[in-house]
């Protein structure tokens, strides 16, 4: 799925909003019965949430221009950026799934439940033709219970208000859409969802590529980098994506460039043969990893070379300029 693909999806949601409806389900804190739930909400506060969350949509992606939509296992630090999740989907995720492929779904009864025990909401949004489902967690802060004390505005004057209330505001971290799970906060993916243990196990993928291809002299120090979930997804964007390791690149040629190449050279060291990288500091891991996404690029043009994260490979055109 690329950026024009999303946004023409979403336009067909925009282009027929009178004839869509909005239905919301509650994941629970409860690990033996986490839901999702149905949460039975009048039609017009149903209407409202609909509003809200389409012009969420428009904001958090129509509306931008320079947008990218890259898969989640290929991430790079990019501004603007939706991942699409190509990796093993945490259990907790399916439930996106879930809402789309059920209409039975159980009603959250909010006589024995509490407010306090939701810790996300799914906002699914579609007719019988199209749907797509919102992820959005519920901080403590949006949660009002019974143990604080609240006041209302009735008329000319402030009322108690004893009942828990959700306080639900625009924005989502994740959306299904399309038959693809897409990611728009990765620091909330990144510590949430068992996430950590996915990544780790792609990661150790990264290290065998790396191993296999007899470019480090020392590769344990490699494994030692997975409980960092940084490195972590480093490790598995070279998995899937490093240039380098596509290309077969040797390891004498790695060692020359790094001699060479300014802000590399003198900052790895490598074995007596020079035929291996020795990552022996925190720099030289750092730029390893670099090296192996080959980020470090020279310009055709003015020669000037540059560090750059975020790269899409160009493609030769097919007809010349007039």
């Known amino acids: 799925m690329i950026a024009d693909e999303l946004k023409a999806a979403l336009q067909d949601y925009y282009n027929d909003q009178a004839n869509i409806g909005v239905c919301v389900y509650a ?5 033996y019965c986490p839901g999702p739930f149905k949460l039975d909400i009048e039609a017009d506060a149903e209407a409202g949430l609909k509003t809200l969350f389409l012009q969420s949509l428009r904001d958090e992606i129509s509306s931008k221009e320079e947008l990218t939509v890259l898969d989640l296992s290929s991430a790079d630090e990019r501004v603007n950026a939706i991942y699409v999740y190509d990796l093993d989907i945490p259990e907790e995720l399916t439930a996106l799934e879930t809402v789309i492929a059920q209409d039975n779904l159980p009603v959250l009864d909010l006589n024995e439940a509490s407010l306090s025990s939701i810790r996300a909401l799914l906002i699914e949004i579609g007719n019988d033709a199209r749907q797509l489902v919102l992820y959005k967690t519920m901080a403590p802060v949006n949660i009002f219970g019974r143990s604080s004390f609240f006041l209302r505005k009735h008329e000319s004057r402030l009322e108690r208000l004893d009942d828990e209330f959700l306080r639900v505001s625009a924005g989502f971290q994740m959306m299904r859409i399309n038959g693809n799970l897409l990611v728009l906060n990765l620091e909330a993916l990144e510590h949430n969802f068992g996430f950590h243990d996915v990544i780790k196990k792609e990661a150790a993928l990264g290290i065998n590529a790396i191993v296999s291809a007899e470019l480090v ?29 596509k290309a077969g690149i040797s390891g004498e040629s790695i060692v020359q460039f790094c001699s060479a190449f300014p802000g590399l050279a003198g900052r790895i060291r490598f074995n007596d043969e020079n035929n291996k990288v020795v990552l022996d500091t925190k720099v030289s891991k750092d730029l390893f990893i670099k090296v192996l996404m080959d980020d470090f690029l020279t310009s055709e043009l003015t020669k000037i070379h540059y560090a750059s994260v975020a790269k899409d490979a160009v493609e030769p055109g097919v007809e010349e300029a007039n």
């Open 217 to 245: 002299a020392n590769p344990d120090v490699l494994r030692e980098l997975v409980d960092d979930v940084k490195y972590a997804r480093r490790l598995t964007k070279i998995a899937k994506a490093s240039p380098v390791l």
């Open 27 to 31: 994941l629970m804190k409860d690990a």
